[in-house]
């Protein structure tokens, strides 16, 4: 077998040729058409430089004798920021197709009452929740993706923002 380095990554044909041929059975078997060699994974990253708030519960509210939902307008204003970052991290590439892995972190600000003996250690077991936090970012990233029910892994923290301003870190990766 030889192998190749073909966009930085490391691919093998059974066939013993040193490039990819359409024409070959044992390239087509081993590595698919010519448009599945692009490098995986697919990953984008990205920051968002704001202070990270939790999904609110939607609230009703009667006018004209109607019942009319809305979400807070904390919860949509960090919507709103994350969602655009997401398209300008995005650019002109197309969305995610296939199955997704998320990992967001919520950079949060550390309140005034944590010793300072304990602020290397210290972690937010306060509310907001972690789970809420999820909500909000995953809505807020939809442009990146067809449906929500390509993410398949999720992965999320909560931390204290000891190096910088509170922030919202969401990667998105393609899994093959």
């Known amino acids: 077998m030889i192998a190749e380095p073909l966009d930085g990554v490391l691919r093998s044909c059974g066939c013993g040729r040193p490039d990819f041929d359409a024409g070959c059975p044992e390239c087509l078997y081993e590595h698919g058409e010519p448009e599945a060699l692009a490098p995986f994974p697919r990953r984008l990253a990205f920051v968002v430089y704001a202070e ?7 609230r009703v509210a009667v006018r004209g004798g ?5 979400q ?18 995005l650019g002109a590439q197309e969305p995610f197709s296939g199955p997704l892995a998320v990992t ?4 949060v600000r550390m309140p005034a009452s944590v010793p300072k003996s304990r602020r290397l ?8 929740d972690l789970d809420n936090f999820v909500k909000l970012t995953l809505d807020g990233c939809s442009p990146l993706w067809v449906d929500d029910s390509q993410v398949v892994e999720l992965s999320a923290a909560k931390r204290y923002a000891l190096d910088g301003p509170p922030r919202w870190a969401i990667t998105v990766e393609a899994l093959p």
Do not use: D, N
Not at 52 to 58: D, F, K, S, T
Not at 121 to 127: E, F, I, M, S
């Open 121 to 128: 250690t210290a972690q937010p077991t306060r509310r907001p």
């Open 66 to 70: 109607k019942p009319h939902a809305y």
């Open 72 to 89: 807070p307008a904390r919860s949509a204003q960090a919507g709103w920021e994350i969602r655009q970052a997401a398209r300008a991290a």
């Open 104 to 107: 967001v972190t919520a950079w």
């Open 52 to 58: 990270p708030v939790a999904q609110g519960r939607p």
